[in-house]
């Protein structure tokens, strides 16, 4: 879609359990020649899991990229979750696809509602407005009929519903495997296909033998 062939990709990252996935999926995404613009909001909660889980507490917003991806990123652009008259706000902006991961059950009710009111909402209801793709990498557990009816609300308009559920068939030894597989799995998605995704081929043991 984009001018250059090269992808623009918005990464929404909310309150819900997680950030290693966010992590990860942005490392991903920097490392990813095909990728050249990667658009980052960070809810205000979403903030606060950072801190919780990756320990990212008092960094400032323009030492985030760097932080999470472990350089300097030239790549990854940082929007205020307040600015919805940032550039991803417009349809007329060509973004390629958005993952909101992880994505919390509250955000996952503005997407299915319709409330544009924060940034992460706005760029992703724009996503489906233009039939762009949207990956929802939602975590919580139990769901509650509301939240299940919020997640069908938003497949049946467009979105692609990804619980951040881990997959165990490729016999993970690691956090970092069960992270990985299942960040693949939302890249391919997203059209992004990873080479570090191991694909089923009815045995684990081909897995073995590749190694
Ligand atoms: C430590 C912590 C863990 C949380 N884990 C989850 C979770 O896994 N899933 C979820 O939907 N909400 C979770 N929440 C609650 C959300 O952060 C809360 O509903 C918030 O309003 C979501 O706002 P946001 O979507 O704008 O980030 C958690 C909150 C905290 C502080």
Redesign the pocket.
């Known amino acids: 879609m984009h001018e250059t062939n090269k992808k623009v990709i918005t990464v929404g990252v909310?309150?819900?359990?997680g950030a290693v996935l966010a992590q990860k999926m942005l490392a991903m995404l920097d490392a990813d020649s095909r990728v050249e613009r990667i658009h980052l909001v960070i809810?205000?909660?979403?903030h606060?899991?950072l801190a919780?889980e990756l320990q990212m507490t008092g960094v400032a917003i323009g030492q985030m990229a760097q932080r999470i991806t472990g350089h300097h990123s030239t790549k990854i652009e940082i929007l205020p979750n307040k600015d919805v008259g940032a550039s991803i706000a417009s349809g007329s902006y060509a973004v390629d696809a958005m993952a909101v991961i992880p994505c919390?059950?509250?955000?996952l009710a503005k997407i299915a509602a319709g409330t544009c009111d924060d940034l992460v909402a706005r760029a992703a209801d724009v996503m489906l407005k233009e039939s762009r793709k949207l990956v929802l990498c939602i975590?919580?557990t139990p769901f509650s009929r509301i939240h299940l009816e919020n997640m069908l609300r938003a497949k049946q308009a467009g979105a692609v519903i990804m619980p951040a559920i881990p997959a165990f068939y490729h016999r993970p030894e690691t956090i970092d495997d069960l992270v990985t597989q299942y960040v693949c799995r939302v890249l391919a998605q997203m059209d992004l296909p990873q080479s570090a995704m191991f694909r089923w081929t009815g045995s684990a043991a081909a897995k073995e033998a590749k190694a």
Do not use: K
């Open positions: 909310t309150g819900a359990s809810t205000e909660t979403g606060r899991l919780e919390s059950v509250g955000t975590r919580d």
